[in-house]
C-alpha cells in the first residue's frame, strides 16, 4: 500500500492524499479532473497532481539504518533485562 502522505516539494509540509489520489496511485494510472495542479494550503505553491499519483513527494518509511539500530537496541535492553 503506497503512503497517504506526502511534502509539498517547495515548503515540506505534510500533506495527505485524499481519496482519489490514493486510488489513482494504487491502479497506476492518472486522469486529470479540471486543473493538472493542487495549490498546497501552506506556501500556495502549486503541485503537480500526476506527480503526487505517481509517489514523487511521497514520506518514506524508515530505512534501513534505523530499522537495524532499533533492532539492536532492542537486542541490548532484552539483555541486560534478562541478566537481572
Known sequence: MKPTQFRCPH??????????????????????????????????GEIDKKAIVEGKYDVKGPGLISMIFWFAVAVIVIYYCHQC
Open 11 to 44: 515548503c515540506r509540509t505534510l500533506l495527505a492524499k485524499n481519496a482519489q489520489m490514493q486510488v489513482l496511485g494504487e491502479v497506476k494510472s492518472f486522469i486529470a479532473f479540471g486543473s493538472p495542479t493542487a495549490a498546497c494550503p501552506s506556501c500556495g
